[in-house]
């Protein structure tokens, strides 16, 4: 079968450094990628890596190990507008997106 | 427009009712996606047309489920007779193009579905 793990919720303050790990298990893979999703809100996307290394962008990282099947999310400088749930998405055979089921993440004053 | 755009917004109906929800994407994307999500869940694939055509409808969950896209743009998702289960928001999302190397989907905004 197909699965993508992630935590299912991550607590941290205002000011620090969180990581989202995602592992997957999937029939193909040509990239992972990473969403955003507020409550009562569509999810957006942050970032997609096909290759192994670190990405940034801006106060968003994220980064791909192929070999190992895994990869991260991770936040700096968390402010309270990153309390959302973060998704991670494998890019599979076809070329759909085969979704892990969320991260709640909690950015507490 | 200059995002994908879903209509209603929300709808509710009764149980062995048939509904149809309407998806708007991006001008010029090729792609396009129908997901659902229910509460606490990430978005479940239902279906994914490249242009007009059905790329792969694998994740319709029964025959009660159809999608069409009769121009390659604007998509319409129909569920007949409606049942309690199929109550939970209907995602849309568009790409530029199929599985290129930023897969980046563009979501609209939902339409809640309740079957009462």
């Known amino acids: 079968g197909q699965s993508l793990e992630q935590p299912s919720e991550v607590t941290a303050v205002e000011g620090a450094i969180v990581q989202i790990n995602c592992t997957y298990q999937?029939?193909?893979?040509?990239?992972l990628s990473w969403y955003q999703q507020h409550d009562g809100g569509a999810p957006t996307f942050l970032s997609y890596n096909a290759l192994d290394g670190l990405e940034e962008t801006g106060r968003f990282s994220s980064f791909l190990s192929r070999s190992d099947s895994y990869g991260y999310l991770l936040l700096q400088e968390l402010q309270m507008k990153d309390s959302a749930s973060y998704f991670c998405a494998v890019t599979g055979n076809n070329r759909k997106l085969i979704w892990g089921l969320g991260t709640s993440l909690a950015v507490n004053p | 427009g200059a995002g994908v755009s879903q209509t209603p917004s929300n709808k509710v109906t009764e149980k062995g009712k048939y509904v149809e929800l309407r998806c708007d994407p991006i001008s010029g994307h090729t792609a396009l996606y129908w997901y659902r999500q229910s509460l606490g869940q990430g978005p479940e694939f239902l279906i994914y047309?490249?242009?007009?055509?059905?790329?792969?409808d694998s994740g319709l969950p029964n025959d009660r489920f159809f999608a069409v896209r009769p121009e390659g743009s604007v998509s319409t998702l129909k569920i007949q007779r409606t049942e309690r289960g199929d109550s939970a928001v209907y995602l849309c999302?568009?790409?530029?193009?199929?599985?290129?190397?930023?897969?980046?989907?563009?979501f609209g905004p939902g339409t809640r579905l309740t079957v009462l």
């Open positions: 047309f490249q242009g007009t055509g059905a790329a792969d």
């Open positions: 999302a568009s790409s530029l193009y199929l599985g290129g190397p930023y897969n980046e989907q563009f």
């Open positions: 999937t029939s193909g893979f040509y990239g």
